[in-house]
């Protein structure tokens, strides 16, 4: 599975090292930011099977997205934090989304899943998100793949400027699990108005291989978001 990481310096070693007659590869998206995904051919072989993002809507092996694009002011302080990498940074957010959402008899608030987060409160939180019908959490880049929580509804997108082709099918596969009852879900990329952000989240967008998913991305500011939102309020 995710066999577009083969041609990385790493992978490739171990897969030249281990003898096999036959070797199957998978992979949602097998664009690499290098280029190197052409040496798939040579290291595992050719591509026997292929579908398009529409077709396997049609099938019903994933559900559909909208998407979100909403520009935001660089002064925004919970943006900040969202942007932040550190461990320190995302106990504040996690602080914060736990008042906001477990009081006043909101959505609860399940945890973090970060890189330096044990493995055993990773399945705790992944768990709490399967068993609960409503809840928040908070994924670092750690959450792009490898997780499998059908039931989110709702994925918002922060720091996308570090972020590959790939990573963005990545996200987006993370909520296009399908789960009972479930038929569409959205989500929000967050980009800084006057910021490269706001290029690269369009040139990715693009450059996404179904030319149905290319056109997608609705484009807002902060202030018609918020005026978007009432009204489905």
């Known amino acids: 599975?995710?066999?577009?990481?083969?041609?990385?310096?790493?992978?490739?070693?171990?897969?030249?090292?281990?003898?096999a007659s036959v070797r199957l590869g998978l992979t949602a998206d097998e664009r690499r930011c290098d280029g190197r995904q052409s040496g798939l051919d040579s290291l595992v072989g050719p591509v026997l099977y292929s579908m398009s993002s529409a077709r396997a809507r049609?099938?019903?092996?994933?559900?559909?997205?909208?998407?979100?694009?909403?520009?935001?002011?660089?002064?925004?302080?919970?943006?900040a934090l969202l942007a932040a990498a550190d461990a320190e940074a995302r106990r504040l957010l996690a602080d914060l989304l736990r008042r906001l959402h477990a009081e006043g008899g909101g959505r609860p608030f399940v945890g973090v899943l970060a890189g330096d987060v044990p493995r055993?409160?990773?399945r705790r939180v992944c768990d709490a998100m399967r068993?609960?019908?409503?809840?928040?959490?908070?994924?670092?880049?750690?959450?792009?793949?490898?997780?499998?929580?059908?039931?989110?509804?709702?994925?918002?997108?922060?720091?996308?400027v570090e972020g590959s082709a790939q990573q963005d099918t990545q996200r987006r596969g993370r909520a296009q699990r399908v789960a009972a009852g479930k038929r569409c879900a959205e989500v929000v990329t967050l980009v800084t108005s006057g910021t490269r952000e706001v290029d690269f989240a369009r040139e990715r967008i693009a450059?996404?291989?179904?030319?149905?998913?290319?056109?997608?991305?609705?484009?807002?500011r902060e202030e018609e978001a918020a005026s978007a939102t009432s009204a489905d309020a």
């Open 120 to 122: 055993e409160e990773r």
């Open 1 to 19: 599975d995710e066999v577009q990481t083969v041609p990385a310096s790493t992978h490739r070693a171990l897969v030249a090292a281990i003898a």
């Open 207 to 220: 450059s996404r291989p179904d030319e149905e998913e290319a056109a997608a991305g609705v484009w807002q």
């Open 131 to 160: 068993a609960l019908p409503r809840c928040v959490s908070l994924f670092s880049s750690a959450g792009n793949a490898a997780v499998d929580v059908p039931g989110v509804e709702l994925l918002v997108e922060v720091s996308v």
């Open 58 to 79: 049609e099938l019903g092996v994933i559900v559909g997205t909208s998407h979100r694009v909403v520009e935001v002011g660089a002064s925004d302080r919970l943006r």
